[in-house]
Every structure is written in structure tokens, then in C-alpha cells.
């Protein structure tokens, strides 16, 4: 009906409708004094005046077609394509827009203008639509049949779901005009004498939704699986030739985002179209060699831009770096938005992978965590220029903490996104280990370069006042972590395990200074009570301040019960017990240890050495200590 009132807009009027193909006609009843006066009025010419020659007439008509045409081809997509798999009547088209056939429509009242229809259409008013549905059948009996007894085709607004094509399908066509003449006027229309309508047989009604070509074919026909194939076969050729072109990055993915995501999930496999559909076998619209091109191609596209993304955004940080910017605050910590950034980048390329199929996201995943590992490289090797160049800087501190604070984030989003099993691997851990530890050593080295005359004082004084020492050092370092607040409280934990490391290692280092030799017991045994108070000290001090380094616990009571006993067997077993927890401690070391105790035979000193060369090599150590300590 849409179809025919376009063809009525802008076409001339007449008063009169003409017979067709030579059939007699009744005149339809002329219109009133007042319109005839008002057309009058408009123009001076003759009824037959008002019709233009053919060639005039068809000139509009065919403009307006082609205006039509190019209106409906612009609004198609690609997605309209598909459409056609479920093409039917439309959801909420009534079924009672159409009158039975036994009971037509009045045609004795005035036809309604375009405006007065396409209102009334608008308003959900169908039964406006009577006269003319009764005149568009008059018009194809007389031009189908030329009288009695000519069939009346079916049309757009029949029983047929709108799949058929309304029987007024061109301007140009002499029914069409004389339907738009008759349109524009508000004449009577009479059924013509002589005419007696033919009977037919309508289909039975069909449910909502279910107006497709299958209800008014034979079984055996198969139209929906049929038509399928071939719109399969027309697709699957035109996207085979558009792979053979050099695609941009976007159209290689859009290519295969329609290949093997939208086409064989939300086609073929849509609810509404999975059950008729079944028995094609469709497949892939791309053979396999020229899928697996074109995911090569989006993998190798997809690796190149996620590494130039990632190093711009570590260019642009390491800028801010050299700029010398403050980092953000972030719940008193400062912050960095580069691992956010980094991940995202990753992220987002894996999620266009997966989207295509999840067998290449995986692939992509591999291959992105390789990327990954360069990059975290890259960046502890940039963050390692900073530390050595950026000392002069005021916000050098701040970027360092904002830096090891990163590492957390780097983490936490490989454990969450990545999913790994277990702890993510190494060749991903180990660069962050590196700038992590690095960065300690950095905010920490002015605090060890004040600590080191305080220590000195253990081997200046000759031990003679190792508690007053010892408070003057925990002094120092309580006074300066305030500068480490700004870090996640994991690393501050784990900065403040490497103060305590540090602390217990100078301790062993002033005890090895081969400058104490005490000849008798009771010396020795006094020695050993200040090193057990300062070992208790300082495992306090560093606990209470969130150091998780219990391995360092036995590190100086054990060395205090060495220089404590007398007896060489004892000291064997305490010797054999104390390298078994730290595998690094040495003869050297033990050497060094034993020069305390002055009352040792040399035999007695050469056989306590002995048991390191049976426990020697056993274990490699998991943390170092006596590593870091040299002897002489």
C-alpha cells in the first residue's frame, strides 16, 4: 500500500476513469460544484488538458523511481544482506489490514487523498485503506482479464505476508496512472457491469512471524535451504575476491570478524534460522589456507601496533621522568598509570583476537606475553639510566616509589587477565624483581651511608658498650622511614626485610674483623649475652615495623652459641645446624668466627672447619647472606 501511494503523490488528476483495454466503463460519479469551480480555478484547461502526454507523464514517474531506489540502496547495510534468511512479515504488522475477499470494501464513497491515507495508516486506521485496495483489484482484473471472468492476482497487502511484490510495481504502467489520477480527486467508484469476481482459494492464515516462503511451497522444494546456498555460494565469492586484495588492518579484521565470528554464530546459527538451515552445510565463506592468511596477517598487524603502543607509552613516561613531574597520588601511594596503560594495550589486543575465534585468541595471548616480557625489560633498563642520571632531580624519590609501586600493578593484572595457574613466569617476574630491588637500593642508600660510622663503633669501642650502640642505629633508622610511606605497604614491607637484612649483615660483618680474640670463657660468654640482646633488638625493632624476614631470626644467636660453648663437639653440631639454614656460610666465614674464641687448639679449630665439607654443596642458598659478607 506504501508502494502504491508513493506512485500517487505529485501524479496529475482526471475526473473520469478511463476504460481499460477497450472494456466499457461506468463513469464514476462527478465531483462537486465547489471542487469542480476550485480546479477550475486553478487552471483553464480542458479534463483531457489536465493529462500530459505519455512521454511527460512517464518523465516524473521515472525520476521519482530512481529517487526511491537510490533512498532504499542507501539505507542498506551489510548487515541488511543477511536479512533475507528471515525476511517475513513484520513484528506487529496486523493481520486483519487485509478484508476477506467475500466481503470487499465500499468503493461507492469518495477515495481518500495521499495525506488523509498515509495519516490514517500512521494512526494504525487500516480500513482507509479499503476503497483503494478495491480499486487497485479492479484495475488488474481490467488490465489482466479486459472483463468478466479475468483472474485477480494477489498483491502486497493480501494474505501472502508481504513477501510478493504489490501488483502496481511501476509509475509507467497504465493502472498506475489511472489510479493516481483517480486518487487525486474525490470521485465515486461503482463496479463495472458485466464483472463478476472469480473465486479463489487463499492459503490458510499462518502465525505471526511465520510468513516466509516455506508455508506456500511443497516440502520438497527446500526454498529456504535452497535460496540459502545460493546467497552462500554469491557471498562466499564476492568475500573470496576481496581477500585477494592488499586489505588495511581494519578490513583484514572486519573480514574475519564476518568469517568466523558473525556469520556461522549469528546467521547460520540464530535461533529463527538454525533449524532450516541445518541441512545446507553452508561451511566457511573463506577456504582454510586463505583464513589462516588473513589471521597471519591480523596477528603480525595486531604484534606491530601493541609494540608501538607499548613504547610510546614508556617514552612518554620516562619524559616525565626527565621533566622531573610529580607522580599522582593514589590513596596516599604514589602512582604511576604506565602498568594500567601497558595492560590495557595488551588487553585490548587479545580481546580482538578472542573476538574473532578463541582458538586465535589463545595464539595471540602467547605471543603477546612475549611482547610483554620484552617490554617490562625495556623498562627496567630505561628506570636503571633514570636512577644513575636523575639523583639531582626533587621529585627523583617520589618517581622511584611511583615506579616500584607499578610493579604491583603489573602483577596483579598478568594473575587477573592472564589467569596463569600459578604465579606468572619468571621471564615476566624477573625484570620487575630487578627494578623493584634496584629501587630499594636507591632510597636506601642514604640511610646505609649514615649507619656505617655507627657500626664501626662495635669494633672501635671493643664491644665495651654494644647497647648503647645498637640504640643510637635503631634511632636512625626509626627516623627515616617516614620517607617510605609513600609505597603500596607490600614494598614497604618488603623495603623494610631489606633494612633488616642489612642490619644483621653489618652486625656479622663487625663480629668477622679478626680484631676481637677473647682467651678465657667468661669473656667469651659475656660477648655472646650482648650479641644475643642486640639479636633481640633488632629482630623486635624490624618486626614491629612489618619486616617478613623470620629466615634472619637465627642468624646471630646462633653465632652467639658458637662463641658461647667450649666444648668442640657441641660447637661441631652448632656449626653443622647453622649451615643447613644458610647454605653461603663458608669456612672463611667460620674461620673468622672462631678467631673470637682464643682458647681454640688449632687442631681443635681445623676439625670444627671439617663439617662445612661435609654440608658444603648440599643445598644452593635461597636467600644470601654471608654471600654479601667478605672475609679475609
Request: aromatic share 6%.
Amino acid at each position: 500500500m506504501l508502494k502504491m501511494m508513493t506512485f500517487f503523490q505529485g501524479l496529475p488528476g482526471q475526473q473520469t476513469m478511463p476504460a481499460a483495454h477497450g472494456c466499457p466503463r461506468t463513469p464514476r460519479k462527478l465531483p462537486s460544484m465547489a471542487e469542480v469551480e476550485a480546479e477550475a480555478s486553478m487552471s483553464e484547461t480542458s479534463s483531457e488538458d489536465l493529462v500530459p502526454p505519455p512521454q511527460a507523464r512517464e518523465a516524473p514517474d521515472r525520476e521519482k523511481d530512481k529517487a526511491a531506489k537510490r533512498k532504499e540502496k542507501k539505507s542498506r547495510g551489510l548487515a541488511g544482506m543477511f536479512n533475507v534468511f528471515s525476511k517475513g512479515k513484520k513484528k506487529g504488522q496486523p493481520r486483519s489490514a487485509e478484508p476477506e475477499p467475500e466481503a470487499r470494501p465500499r468503493t461507492d464513497g469518495p477515495l481518500p487523498t495521499v495525506e488523509e491515507l498515509k495519516d490514517a495508516l500512521e494512526r494504525g486506521r487500516l480500513e482507509a485503506a479499503g476503497p483503494l485496495l478495491a480499486l487497485e483489484r479492479e484495475l488488474q482484473a481490467g488490465a489482466g482479464g479486459g472483463g468478466a471472468g479475468g483472474g485477480e492476482p494477489d498483491n502486497a497487502l493480501g494474505r501472502d505476508g508481504g513477501t510478493r511484490a504489490p501488483p502496481i510495481d511501476s509509475a509507467h504502467s497504465p493502472g498506475a496512472r489511472r489510479a493516481n489520477r483517480a486518487s487525486n480527486t474525490h470521485a465515486h467508484t461503482a463496479p463495472s457491469p458485466g464483472r463478476r469476481p472469480e473465486a479463489r482459494r487463499d492459503p490458510p492464515p499462518t502465525r505471526e512471524g511465520e510468513a516466509r516462503a516455506t508455508p506456500r511451497s511443497p516440502a520438497e522444494f527446500d526454498v529456504v535451504a535452497t535460496y540459502a546456498q545460493r546467497y552462500h555460494q554469491h557471498f562466499a565469492a564476492h568475500l573470496a575476491a576481496l581477500a585477494q586484495f592488499e586489505l588495511c588492518e581494519r578490513d583484514t579484521y572486519m573480514l574475519l570478524v564476518w568469517v568466523q565470528n558473525l556469520y556461522p554464530n549469528d546467521i547460520l546459527n540464530s535461533p529463527k534460522l538454525a533449524g532450516e538451515l541445518q541441512a545446507a552445510r553452508l561451511g566457511s565463506l573463506l577456504p582454510p589456507n586463505q583464513t589462516r592468511l588473513l589471521e597471519a596477517t591480523f596477528l603480525s598487524n595486531e604484534v606491530a601496533n601493541v609494540k608501538e603502543l607499548m613504547a610510546r607509552a614508556l617514552a612518554m613516561e620516562s619524559q616525565r621522568w626527565v621533566l622531573d613531574e610529580a607522580p599522582h597520588r593514589l590513596d596516599g601511594h604514589c602512582h604511576s598509570e604506565l602498568a594500567i596503560d601497558i595492560m590495557q594495550i595488551i588487553s585490548q589486543g587479545q580481546d580482538k583476537a578472542e573476538y574473532i575465534t578463541p582458538d586465535l585468541g589463545l595464539q595471540t595471548k602467547q605471543v603477546l606475553l612475549v611482547e610483554l616480557a620484552a617490554l617490562l625489560r625495556s623498562y627496567q633498563r630505561t628506570f636503571d639510566e633514570f636512577l644513575e642520571r636523575g639523583r639531582h632531580l626533587r621529585n627523583f624519590r617520589a618517581n622511584i616509589m611511583a615506579s616500584i609501586n607499578s610493579c604491583l600493578a603489573f602483577r596483579t593484572s598478568m594473575e587477573q587477565k592472564w589467569q596463569l595457574p600459578q604465579a606468572p613466569p619468571s621471564h615476566l617476574l624477573d625484570p620487575l624483581n630487578e627494578l623493584k630491588n634496584h629501587g630499594f637500593d636507591t632510597l636506601l642508600q642514604s640511610l646505609f651511608v649514615d649507619l656505617k660510622p655507627l657500626f664501626k663503633k662495635f669494633t672501635q669501642t671493643r664491644w665495651a658498650a654494644p647497647e648503647e650502640t645498637l640504640e643510637e642505629i635503631m634511632a636512625t633508622v626509626g627516623g627515616r622511614l617516614p620517607e617510605f610511606s609513600e609505597l603500596q605497604d607490600c614494598f614497604r614491607q618488603e623495603l623494610m626485610a631489606a633494612v633488616h637484612l642489612h642490619l644483621v649483615k653489618e652486625y656479622i660483618i663487625r663480629l668477622s674483623k679478626r680484631r676481637l680474640v677473647l682467651k678465657t670463657a667468661e669473656q667469651q660468654q659475656q660477648l655472646a649475652k650482648h650479641i644475643l640482646a642486640n639479636a633481640k633488638a633488632i629482630q623486635d625493632f624490624c618486626t614491629q615495623n612489618g619486616s617478613s624476614a623470620t629466615w634472619l631470626q637465627p642468624a646471630l644467636p646462633t653465632l652467639a652459641e658458637v662463641i658461647r660453648l667450649q666444648d668442640p663437639s657441641a660447637i661441631k653440631v652448632e656449626v653443622a645446624t647453622y649451615a643447613t639454614c644458610y647454605p653461603d656460610f663458608s669456612k672463611g666465614h667460620l674461620s673468622a668466627i672462631l678467631t673470637i674464641k682464643g682458647n681454640l687448639s688449632n687442631s681443635d679449630v681445623k676439625g670444627i672447619r671439617s663439617i662445612l665439607d661435609v654440608s658444603s654443596g648440599l643445598q644452593e642458598p635461597s636467600r644470601a647472606l654471608f654471600s654479601l659478607i667478605k672475609v679475609g
